[in-house]
Each structure stands twice: as structure tokens, then as C-alpha cells.
């Protein structure tokens, strides 16, 4: 049941591995860790995050369910392994997180990689189409115009840096929660084409951004985090490009927008595997106003946003279909994904 999305998995995080690993050859770079200092290596990292989503499944259960006895612990841990952590949901916990991490640093090393396989920037062109698009008029300072410079670029600061826990939060409650085991399979498929997709679309059409080629249009806004976030990829990336510093790697590219993809992608996965109105209205307002920050910050062009876009709905499409959905009609994926997953268990 589970053939097609392991395969596209497992394909997927090593043909984009082997494509990392034969660029730094050809670069004569080596491939960085990028979150090396978190955890130590990953020969201990990786065992330690599947340790951990074992934990933080039976820990918060076993404390809660046992009113804190220590005597009714063992019965409840031995019944959650028996009844949630099976084969399957093993397999799928183990093979989504080493392969989404796998994905992950392949795009973060190649995504480095990029101005010194490409110099070439589109910036000027994706600038011009923004002014057409607003009327001759530049996107940032319309929004700031539309929405001020002070408590808004505060409030879209968090809403832009949430994005940097939501990716690997929400990997792992698809991964350990999802009842449904199709629904996780469908989740971390998907997310893994789209950065892979996002990758691709950086050497397409390599940029900057607005906010690094143009920082003028920006200046009025309120120093906030995402102020600093942005200084730190600019120092980053100039110590790979002219510090010769090689432990380390750049992060600046603005074609297409990641942010964009991926939190469309998660409002369209709590919109068809969640069944709670609130979280629909949760995940869809942020999509929104991530939206708006890309523009408001000038992380983005609006060219990157509507091509984020198109990778979140074609790796959604994907997933699903790996996945075993299959998009006759509304509701028709949900119902035969929930019903495979059911006959699956009682076969079980």
C-alpha cells in the first residue's frame, strides 16, 4: 500500500543527495551540515530526533493517563506501542524523518552552491514586472504605506520567523500523530518535492531579492528580528563568496519563495486531513500573511511568491498521488485515504 510513496522517498532524497554530492565535487567544496552544532553530527543526530519523536509521543501520554502513578505506567506505554507505534508507523517515522533531513541538507548545500555555478541575477527584470504589477509603484512601500512601519512590521516578523519551527513541527506531527498513516506518507512526500522543486527554480531563475538589491525601499521599517535575520544571510554570504570561509554556506536566494510554498502546503494539508474549522482558519490566515510579509520585508518578489505557489500545489498533487489519493471529486481523497488506512490496520 505504502510501495509508491516509499519509493518516490527514498528516490527522491538520493537522487537530490547524489546531485548535492556531485556539485561539490565539481566545485571542489565539501558538503556542510548546516545545523552541525545542533545535536553534535548526524551519525548521533538523526537517531536522537527518531528517539525523540518516540518520546515526546509516550512521554505527555504516559504522565497524563497515569495521573502521575508510577505503577500504571508500563501497561499504558506497552498498549501505545501496541496500538500506534507498529511496523508501519515505524517505517514511516524512520524513513520520512532521515529523508526529509537528507532533502533538507542537499537543498541548503546546493542552494550555497548557486552563485558560483550561476552569476547571473534576473533581479532587475523581476523588478520591473513588480512595478508594473503596483502601477509604477514598489510593493514594500505600498504595504508600508497600507499597513504602517512600526507594529506591523513587528506583527509580520513573528509571522515570517514562525515559519523557521512550522517546517520541522509539522513534519513531525504528520509523521507521529497522523491516525491515518496515508495522510503522513502524503505530508512528508510533498514536502520534500517542494524543496526540491525550490531548489531547482533558485538555478532557473537565480535572485537576490528586492529587500538585498534594493534595501532603500526598506529602510523605513522598524528594526525587528526578521532585520536581523536578513543582515545575518547577507554576512553569511559573504563570508562563503569573499571570507573564503568553507565550513559555512550562503542562503540567499529569492526565486521562488519557499515560504510561500510551504505554508500553502501545510494550510492545504490541515484543510484536507484536519478536521477542525479553527485550525483551516489558522493555517490559511497565516499562508496570508506570510504572503504579505515577503512583500512588506522585500524577501520576495511577487514573481516568487506566485511561483512558491505553484510548487506547493504540484508537490501537493504529487504527494497525494504517491500517497494513493486520488482527486475525482471534494472529499473523495480524504474518504478513500482514511478507508485504505482502516482496511490496512484490521488486515494488520
Not at 22 to 29: F, I, M
Not at 118 to 124: G, H, P, Q, S, V
Not at 178 to 207: E, K, M
Request: aromatic share 14%.
Amino acid at each position: 500500500m505504502y510501495r509508491r510513496a516509499h519509493i518516490l522517498l527514498v528516490g527522491n532524497a538520493v537522487i537530490f543527495g547524489l546531485i548535492a554530492l556531485v556539485v561539490a565535487l565539481w566545485l571542489d567544496r565539501p558538503l556542510i551540515d548546516p545545523e552541525g552544532s545542533f545535536l553534535g553530527p548526524s551519525w548521533l543526530r538523526l537517531p536522537l530526533l527518531l528517539l525523540g519523536a518516540l518520546l515526546l509521543d509516550l512521554l505527555p501520554r504516559t504522565l497524563y493517563y497515569s495521573k502521575m502513578k508510577p505503577a500504571a505506567m508500563p501497561a499504558i506505554v506497552r498498549d501505545r506501542l501496541r496500538t500506534h507505534w507498529n511496523k508501519d508507523r515505524l517505517v514511516l517515522v524512520a524513513s520520512g524523518i532521515i529523508c526529509f533531513y537528507l532533502v533538507y541538507v542537499s537543498y541548503r548545500n546546493l542552494k550555497s552552491f548557486l552563485p558560483a555555478v550561476i552569476e547571473t541575477k534576473y533581479d532587475r527584470e523581476l523588478h520591473l514586472l513588480d512595478r508594473a504589477i503596483f502601477f509604477g509603484h514598489e510593493p514594500g512601500v505600498v504595504l508600508q504605506t497600507v499597513f504602517g512601519t512600526d507594529v506591523t512590521a513587528w506583527v509580520l516578523s513573528y509571522i515570517y520567523l514562525w515559519f523557521l519551527p512550522l517546517v520541522p513541527l509539522a513534519v513531525t506531527c504528520w509523521l507521529v500523530w497522523s491516525r491515518n498513516l496515508l495522510f503522513g506518507y502524503w505530508f512528508v512526500c510533498s514536502q520534500c518535492i517542494a524543496w526540491t522543486l525550490g531548489t531547482a527554480s533558485y538555478y532557473a531563475l537565480p535572485t537576490l531579492g528586492p529587500g538585498l538589491m534594493y534595501p532603500h525601499v526598506y529602510e523605513p521599517l522598524a528594526h525587528t528580528p526578521t532585520t536581523d535575520l536578513m543582515n545575518s544571510l547577507v554576512s553569511g554570504r559573504q563570508n562563503v563568496l569573499w571570507d573564503g570561509v568553507v565550513d559555512s554556506v550562503q542562503s540567499v536566494a529569492g526565486f521562488a519563495s519557499l515560504h510561500c510554498g510551504i505554508t500553502l502546503l501545510v494550510a492545504l494539508m490541515v484543510q484536507y486531513t484536519v478536521d477542525s474549522k479553527l485550525a483551516h482558519w489558522v493555517f490559511w490566515v497565516n499562508f496570508g500573511l506570510t504572503v504579505i510579509a515577503t512583500l512588506y520585508f522585500g524577501w520576495h518578489y511577487v514573481a516568487d511568491d506566485v511561483a512558491g505557489v505553484a510548487i506547493a500545489l504540484v508537490a501537493f498533487y504529487w504527494g497525494g498521488l504517491v500517497s494513493g489519493q486520488q482527486f475525482r471529486r471534494k472529499g473523495v481523497a480524504k474518504r478513500e485515504a482514511r478507508t485504505a488506512s482502516e482496511t490496512a490496520t484490521t488486515a494488520a
